[in-house]
T-cell receptor
């Protein structure tokens, strides 16, 4: 049981390049999330997926797209990277709305992205 | 839109001091509340959570938090901190009745002096 895994761990991009950050969970969770973490800004929600087949914008969705490929996987794509997207990206998952008191977000180890 | 405010951005304490980190949220409906901790170089881990019932919630490592509905607050406390508590602490809120969006505060960096 690996929990939430993310690839890659580190990435350097040039402005304008594209890339996809991968996230997978093996806990059969319904909901998955992408956050970015920046100094002094905390975690800001980029996109989330309440269930397979649905995605919704979070606080800072501009410049990103997501795909909920199946129940396990939720990818984040930068079509044309910009220096402002330099950040640490975290994926997370939970059981979702039906979890009640069992709900806890489980986080992946993060992806450090540098855009030059 | 719901939001979370953490009043202290950076707190420095000596070992054995008492700790209280403030957290206020803006949403007036039914919410779930969380405190997460991020130790240096690690990812976020759940400290404690509130869903219903007793507003005083006890978590791991001696932490507790009190939900005060009238004040929209969920402050984190620990009577006596240790050097190993040095970390960044995040408060988070989820609107239970709407969707699965979970919003985090900006975090509080806690530095414990040995």
């Amino acid at each position: 049981n690996a929990g939430v895994t993310q690839t890659p761990k580190f990435q350097v991009l040039k402005t304008g390049q594209s890339m996809t950050l991968q996230c997978a969970q093996d806990m059969n969770h319904n909901s998955m999330y992408w956050y970015r973490q920046d100094p002094g800004m905390g975690l800001r929600l980029i996109y989330y997926s309440a269930s397979e087949g649905t995605t919704d914008k979070g606080e800072v969705p501009n410049g990103y797209n997501v795909s909920r490929l199946n129940k396990r996987e939720f990818s984040l794509r930068l079509e044309s990277a910009a220096p402002s997207q330099t950040s640490v990206y975290f994926c997370a998952s939970t059981w979702g709305l039906l979890a009640g008191s069992q709900e806890t977000q489980y986080f992946g180890p993060g992806t450090r992205l540098l855009v030059l | 839109a719901q939001s979370v405010s953490q009043h202290n951005h950076h707190v420095i304490l000596s070992e054995a001091a008492s700790l209280e980190l403030g957290c206020n949220y803006s949403y007036g409906g039914t919410v779930n509340l969380f405190w997460y901790v991020q130790y240096p170089g690690q990812h976020l881990q759940l400290l404690l959570k509130y869903f219903s019932g007793d507003p005083l919630v006890k978590g791991i490592k001696g932490f507790e938090a009190e939900f005060i509905k009238s004040k929209f607050s969920f402050n984190l406390r620990k009577p006596s901190v240790q050097w190993s508590d040095t970390a960044e602490y995040f408060c988070a809120v989820k609107d239970r009745n709407r969707d699965d969006k979970i919003i985090f505060g900006k975090g509080t960096r806690l530095h414990i002096l040995p």
